[in-house]
């Protein structure tokens, strides 16, 4: 079974709305990474917030992280038709750095 | 255009047939992941390398599947009697160290149809 899985799997919001997306995962993590896949630029890296870190931001991603809780959120403010893409969460098990598993993913469609 | 490349981008073949797929990370990065992605669900893990050495291998990549990293630089994936369930993206990643901390930077993939 995977690591993570996101939520919603699809999410079409208006453009200038916000989007936020959730992670859950079931093992303990030493961080936690957020890619993002479209057509045109393929899958690239958004950012990464490590477990000691509750709340990350990278231009108008938000990124919060609760292990607790096991679970992360994806906020994008002020949506953009360009931010049409598939979003994963992505971690690392403490058994094996090198093996990041991805989730399945949520499609999210910004409409003009 | 110094990213990661793969070639070829897409390749049709013939179900039995055997398939190759090359992969250039980029060179300065010491680790080298090739992944699977179907319609709809992430990229799941097959393999890396670091360096030249292959450290660990998924389930998901049966004996019908090699991959080598000869010199430490470019990377091949070997797909041996190619079945319809091989259909899907192959994607390979490079990064400057362990994927779980490092950003993995992605190869637009191969695109494989076996009809």
């Known amino acids: 079974s995977q690591q993570g899985e996101e939520d919603p799997q699809a999410l079409s919001i208006q453009e200038g709305e916000n989007a936020t997306m959730n992670c859950s995962y079931k093992?303990?993590?030493?961080?936690l990474q957020w890619y993002r896949q479209n057509s045109g630029r393929g899958l690239v890296h958004l950012i990464l917030?490590?477990?000691?870190?509750r709340e990350k931001h990278s231009g108008r991603l938000r990124v919060t992280l609760d292990t607790s809780k096991k679970s992360s959120s994806l906020l994008i403010t002020a949506s953009r038709a360009a931010d049409t893409a598939s979003y994963f969460c992505?971690?690392?098990?403490?058994?094996?750095?090198?093996?990041?598993?991805f989730g399945p993913g949520t499609s999210l469609s910004v409409i003009p | 255009d110094t990213g990661v490349s793969q070639d070829p981008r897409h390749k049709i073949t013939k179900r039995g047939q055997n398939v190759t797929f090359r992969c250039d990370p980029i060179?300065?990065?010491?680790?080298l992941y090739w992944y699977r992605q179907t319609l709809g669900q992430g990229p799941e893990f097959l393999t890396y390398?670091?360096?030249?050495?292959?450290?660990?291998k998924s389930r998901l990549l049966s004996d019908r599947f090699s991959a080598e990293r000869p010199k430490g630089s470019f990377s091949t994936l070997e797909i041996q009697r190619t079945e319809q369930g091989d259909s899907a993206m192959y994607l390979c990643?490079?990064?400057?160290?362990?994927?779980?901390?490092?950003?993995?930077?992605f190869g637009p993939g191969t695109r494989l149809t076996v009809l």
């Open positions: 990643a490079s990064s400057l160290g362990q994927g779980g901390y490092f950003e993995q930077f």
């Open positions: 093992t303990s993590i030493n961080n």
């Open positions: 917030i490590r477990s000691n870190e």
């Open positions: 992505a971690t690392a098990m403490k058994t094996s750095y090198d093996k990041v598993i």
């Open positions: 060179s300065e990065h010491n680790r």
């Open positions: 390398f670091q360096n030249e050495a292959q450290l660990e």
